[in-house]
């Protein structure tokens, strides 16, 4: 079990209770997994429409980022062996 005082809700500071249990097969090993929720089940949602939000915002950055690098990455010049396309 984890320590609790590491485990509480980003919110309201309550300590979060364990809401899943489940086991994994990593390669020989079996691992033990748990999934906490706070125990006020309001906060919970809005806990959750923070993440979700946050996630999107992520996404939506690393997504502009890599289309960033892709529009001002300079062509590769040609190397001694190459041909030139003829177009």
Do not use: Y
């Not at 946050?54 to 690393?62: C, V």
């Not at 890599?66 to 041909?83: D, F, H, M, Q, Y």
């Amino acid at each position: 079990m984890t320590n609790p005082a590491g485990n509480v809700c980003i919110r309201c500071g309550k300590i979060r209770v364990i809401a899943k249990t489940w086991e994994e097969q990593s390669g020989t090993s079996t691992l033990t997994c748990s999934s906490f929720v706070c125990p006020n089940a309001d906060c919970q949602k809005i806990v959750e429409k923070e993440l979700a939000k946050r996630k999107r915002d992520k996404e939506t950055s690393e997504r502009e980022r890599a289309e960033r690098i892709l529009a001002n990455r300079k062509p590769r010049p040609a190397s001694p062996g190459e041909k030139k396309d003829k177009r």
